[in-house]
């Protein structure tokens, strides 16, 4: 029968999952069986280094691991007595091996301690001021609380292929060989062809600062995601403030029945694709690159997304925002891309906002799981339903 695995390892293990880190029974195993040989029991930073090793892929999930463990209450734990009788050995014999843990017993040479104690983090109103060194304490590592993990992420972007056959023949094309052996009758070598490759193609437009500002770690945590694991063929990120561009001609809002009106359909099809505008490289706004010559990169079939409130975080409207924002999917859609608007605000929060009329032409989602995985399938050329498409 095995033994059972520590409560504190079950807490340790439901506080990683919740942050984002899979810790797996395979995974608990192991450190159970690592624990009963008598390793990390030295010391508190001896457990941790056990835990990292053991379980952290990355720089992010050691830092993890080490702030969660603060965070547990480990218990004192007794370990086996130093004064217990040894075995007698023989000069060069091997010490018999320990029938509980299967492990070699411990040698008259080696130190065991009698007992471990890791003393839980300090609480404000202990007594105990902040940190006079000017470091922070390692229990004091904050790591943000997001609605979807890293992983989560990626596998919805991993939804978003074009597959095509590039490179050198490498796979077997049955039915090109079945063809071929039925049009000559004559035993030939297989027909090989290229593997296939996802070429699908992404370009990331984000509105930062203003009402972006709340979400701008949100935003760069879902970008951290799509950029290091969606696996796509290639992903440009492009960065705006409030507006991609200004469309220079808006002289078609001077012919709306009701000028305080919020809805552009009477006007809808007399503006013209956004000739121009720019965006920037840099989060910080530096770098800036004309919109045009980034749309001249973006070939059929390639997916645009952009990740802004619309003015729903304020809960505004702006009729020139609203057309610019049609004016800027109207050049996307001359390029025969595909289009998708994120919106880190909920669905219930656009009514009466310039996001509310814009998501009556362009497909917009809430930037949750379920959002993305409908912006996918559209990008993926699946038809969205749109009250006034354009």
Known sequence: MSTPVPAFIHDLVVRLRRRGLPIGVDDCAALR????????????????????????????????????????????????????PLPDRTPGASPAPDPATGMPAPTADAEVPEALTIAAPARLGDGLGPPRSGRSAPFLMLQPQYPLSQREVAQVWRRLRLPVR????????????????????????????????NAARLLLLVDLNGSMTPFHGLVEHVLQAIVRAARLDEITVAYFHNSPGRSPDRSPLADLPDPLGAELDPVLDRIAPLPG?????????????????????????????????????????????????????????????????????????????????????VPMFPLDREGMYAAVDVLRGRPATLERPL
């Open 166 to 197: 590039q490179g050198p023949p490498t796979e077997l094309d049955v039915d090109a060989t079945v063809v071929r052996y039925a049009s000559t009758g004559v035993a030939m070598p297989p027909v090989l062809a290229p593997r296939r490759v």
């Open 33 to 84: 069986t690592v624990l009963s040989t008598g390793h990390g029991l030295g010391s508190p930073d001896e457990l941790r280094a056990l835990c990292v090793t053991l379980w952290a892929k990355s720089r992010r999930d050691a830092e993890l691991i080490v702030s969660t463990l603060h965070l547990v209450d480990v218990p004192d734990w007794p370990v086996a007595n130093a004064t217990a």
């Open 277 to 361: 505008g720019r965006v920037y490289r840099n989060p910080d706004l530096t770098g800036p690159r004309p919109v045009p010559a980034l749309l001249a990169d973006t070939t059929p079939g390639s997916a645009v997304v952009v990740i802004s409130d619309a003015g729903a975080m304020r809960g505004s409207f702006a009729i020139t925002r609203l057309y610019d924002a049609v004016a800027f999917a109207l050049a996307v859609a001359a390029r025969r891309a595909h289009l998708a608007w994120l919106n880190p605000l909920a669905r219930g929060r656009w009514a009466g906002t310039t996001a509310g009329q814009l998501a009556r032409h």
